[in-house]
């Protein structure tokens, strides 16, 4: 027996991508897109996120545990999958070789996250013995200085991305699996608004990571400008953009 057959863990599987994680995930790319409007904005969401009564049964119960299962199942649904490109190139079957590896590779990505900017015990990186967590008053520093690491912000530029499809796709999948699209014609626009989705939350995120060291990030100086101008963003002492 296939454990990526059994339906109650397939089902459950699919429901922690959807409920807990997916939610977090949009509340995490708001959250981050405050770094657009400086330190002093951002440190002030984190610090709320640290407010948040029984936080820590929250990240609990409400991420780390989901996470847990939805990382090890989806892993081990990938080690069963029998991809079939090879006689049958459409394009939801390369949508299923896409899902099945950002899986994986969020896998070590969310792990190397949390033990980084959550906890801080990656030795060798800025946030060592520095997290983020506990400290509101310098998230968007110690979060800029890691990113100043070209390496680092390719690294979780590729994990936004690969989050960005994973869950959009992740919503087509729910949605045919559980029957609320049947049709061909549903099935067929929900896909491309589901695409549409990845790209909106991975250019989100994607300008989010980039706004720690570049104000307003990829959006035109000009909007920063004007942002500053009406004081959203924090003055730009040096003049630059």
């Known amino acids: 027996m296939k454990f990526s057959n059994t339906f109650l863990l397939r089902k459950l599987h699919q429901l922690t991508g959807i409920v807990p994680l997916g939610a977090f995930f949009f509340v ?5 897109s405050k770094a657009m409007s400086g330190a002093k904005v951002f440190n002030s969401a ?8 029984y936080l820590l049964f929250v990240e609990i119960f409400g991420i780390f545990l989901p996470l847990l299962f939805h990382s090890i199942y989806g892993v081990i649904i990938s080690s069963e999958a029998r991809p079939n ?4 190139g459409y394009g939801r079957n390369w949508f299923y ?30 946030s060592y013995g520095n997290p983020v967590a506990g400290n509101a008053d ?3 520093a110690i979060v800029a200085a890691e990113f100043k690491n070209i390496w680092i912000l390719i690294f979780y530029i590729l994990g936004i991305l690969a989050t ?15 029957g609320i699209l049947i049709g061909e014609k549903a099935q067929k626009y929900a896909l491309y608004a589901c695409i549409g989705l990845a790209i909106f939350l ?11 060291n570049t ?6 100086k000009a909007l920063c400008s004007e942002l500053e101008k009406k004081q959203i963003v924090e003055p730009n002492k040096s003049g630059k953009f």
């Open 138 to 140: 310098r998230a968007f």
């Open 164 to 178: 960005a499809w994973h869950l959009a796709y992740g919503f087509w999948l729910f949605a045919v699996d559980w």
């Open 215 to 220: 104000p307003c990030g990829l959006f035109p």
């Open 202 to 212: 991975g250019a989100v995120g994607v300008n989010a990571a980039i706004a720690f």
């Open 28 to 32: 995490h790319m708001f959250t981050n």
């Open 85 to 88: 490109i090879s006689n049958y």
């Open 97 to 126: 070789i896409f899902q099945r590896v950002t899986g994986v590779f969020l896998f070590f990505f969310i792990f190397f996250h949390l033990l980084n900017l959550r906890f801080g015990l990656i030795p060798g990186l800025e």
């Open 46 to 53: 984190v610090e709320d996120i640290h407010h948040i009564p």
